[in-house]
């Protein structure tokens, strides 16, 4: 028996969060058949929390936060500074998370999201590891569970598959901070779908789940397998979110679309991908 939530990314309804947008974009997931709107806070602190927190009561439907770090504050950096100004921004990303009422903050949170030049230095991880357990400790105060997205190799230079993933949650070493496996990624770099849910799994750190089609677009028009993932998902009995994600030039956030490289589009219709995806779910996983 399946119990999943079933979440949508932000992206596909808005790219900004004035209230306009955001009562929109929430509205329109609830009348998608979603549980769970994930919203893009790469500015945190000029995030309306009291607003979004609102209307999601309005809307009867949940919230969780995701975003990636910048150059000025990335946290695998040597530069002392930088690594600050990524700490102060993971901690008030975890207090924008419990004050919208949600419990998950995700994605690129040990590094800059987009393209380096070279492989992180060994400084650079460890100051990322020792930054992501003191946010994980701000984080268990204010009851959110962190989510460590791994990316492909032109998003991130720290971590690009489920096993560097697992390895670095075990030098961060705190019971909040879990894997987040999103199947976009995974099959640009995994070698197995199933054996990346396994091991995510038999580590105790499965947290999160990313839909996302092998082009961005539409859910089942691309390359992912679907079929060999959702049976693992099943295989260990995973009873987090699934949260699907589509990008399009349709709709352009002004930093994360060119983070991402978006530069075409996928689809127009928002509504229709967004059911569409909510269909090909209930269909191919069950829930
Ligand atoms: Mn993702």
Not at 31 to 38: N, R, S
Not at 57 to 74: A, F, K, M, R, Y
Not at 113 to 127: D, F, H, I, S
Not at 129 to 136: G, M
């Amino acid at each position: 028996m399946t119990t999943n939530l079933i979440g949508i990314h932000a992206l596909c309804w808005v790219g900004g969060w004035s209230p306009e947008e955001a009562r929109r974009a929430i509205a329109s997931s609830k009348e998608a058949g979603y549980d769970l709107i994930q919203l893009a806070a790469l500015d945190p602190e000029n995030f309306d929390a009291d607003m979004t927190a609102k209307l999601l009561q309005e809307h009867d439907i949940l919230g969780d936060v995701s975003l990636g770090l910048s150059e000025e504050t990335d946290i695998s950096s040597e530069d002392p500074d930088c690594v600050a100004r990524g700490r102060e921004l993971l901690d008030t990303a975890v207090r924008l998370t419990r004050d919208i009422g949600g419990a998950y903050l995700g994605g690129v949170l040990f590094s800059k999201l987009g393209k380096y030049a070279a492989p992180v230095t060994e400084r650079g991880r460890a100051n990322s590891v020792e930054s992501i357990a003191w946010v994980a400790d701000r984080a268990a105060e204010a009851g959110v569970t962190l989510g460590l997205e791994f990316c492909n190799r032109y998003e991130t230079n720290v971590l690009n598959t489920t096993e560097q993933t697992l390895a670095f949650i075990e030098d961060v070493d705190r019971p909040n901070v879990m894997a987040h496996l999103d199947v976009y990624h995974m099959n640009i770099e995994e070698v197995s779908f199933a054996g990346a849910v396994h091991a995510a799994a038999a580590a105790g750190r499965f947290g999160y789940v990313h839909l996302g089609e092998s082009h961005r677009g539409a859910l089942g028009t691309g390359s992912v397998p679907f079929p060999e993932f959702f049976a693992a998902l099943h295989d260990v009995d995973y009873q987090g979110v699934l949260t699907f994600e589509s990008f399009s030039s349709e709709v352009v956030h002004p930093t994360l679309s060119s983070n991402l490289a978006i530069w075409r589009n996928t689809w127009t219709d928002s509504m229709q991908l967004a059911k569409d995806a909510r269909a090909f779910i209930r269909e191919n996983y069950g829930c």
